[in-house]
């Protein structure tokens, strides 16, 4: 986190904007070679740019100087990446991870629960609790949703729905990822404060890891309220999260921290963190939902099976009754 925090501020502190430098600045810099010539070379025509990073400038009569940028190079890296790479890395994350849950599923099954259900049933969130996991997982969906559009919606939405609804389509994601973006960095906020407390790594989760959570042969290990597993679910969520929220924000604000450079670079980290969280949050919904028999209570209404909550969280079962015992019933 550290190092991500360091990184992100060298990238501020070198790609910061000259506007305010600049603001007085003649927008035409175009002094030492004959633009009569034949043939000139990119270099020639390379100027610190208004917009933070070299570039070809032109002349413009309009209070907006960045207009004047008519060619900025080290885009092309960007654009090169965004065309490339970036699209087989968000395959990668969907299908990739889409393609690993059905060969688990297919291979596993449904993890049922022991013995089946009984009639007894224990408390396990209470109605805020669910409340800001909702808020965080809704929020989250339509940003993964509209982000992966922005990312790869060319490539795979433009052929099949056209121009017209394509563009239109986009235009109501795009709205929708820069204002869902606050109820998320919320949802993520409140998940911070709250479950806290209970993601604290400990021994306990170096054994639940070492036994595969369980998950691999049939023995279960001990667990606390949230067992190694979903410690770092939660860990995803909030150093994530507060990834996605950092470096969105300086793309939610053009050119108030950074520079183009510096957004293209923001864009990319961005992009990054986004694609990793989505591989992550599909093996959680898939073990929240279709994956475990009886894991969805717990966020539908707030109460789980005693004996579901026994084989996966027993300590925090103990835990439970030890403070009452009509904990359950
Ligand atoms: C949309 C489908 C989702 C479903 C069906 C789902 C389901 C669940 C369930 C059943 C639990 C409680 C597990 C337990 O009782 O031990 C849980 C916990 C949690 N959820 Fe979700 N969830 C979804 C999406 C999300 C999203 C998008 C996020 C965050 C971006 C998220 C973050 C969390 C966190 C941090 C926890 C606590 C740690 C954990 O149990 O792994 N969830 N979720």
Known sequence: MFNFLRAFALVVLFTAPAFAQNADRPAVPLTGFNPDKAEVHANEVLVPGLIGTKAVEGHIVIPDIRSATLIQPDGRIWRDYRRGPLLWIAAAAVLGMGGLLLAFYVLRGKIMIEGGRGAAVIKRFGSFERFMHWLTAFSWCILALSGLNIAVGRVTLLPLLGNETFTALSVWLKYSHNFVAFPFMAGVLLMLVVWVRHNIPNRIDVTWFKMAGGLVGHQH??????????????????????????????????????????????????????????????????????????????????????????????????EELAKSPHAAE
């Open 221 to 318: 290990p001990d667990s606390g309220k949230f067992n190694g597993g979903q410690k770092m679910v939660f860990w995803v969520v909030v150093l994530g999260g507060l990834g996605l929220s950092i470096t969105g924000l300086g793309l939610l604000f053009p050119f108030t921290v950074t520079g183009i450079l510096g957004m293209q670079l923001v864009q990319v980290i961005h992009g990054g963190i986004a694609l990793g969280m989505i591989a992550a949050m599909l093996g959680h919904i898939y073990i929240g939902s279709v994956g475990m028999e009886g894991a969805i209570d717990a966020m539908k209404d707030g109460v789980v099976d005693l004996g579901w909550a026994k084989t996966h969280h027993n300590l925090w079962v103990a």
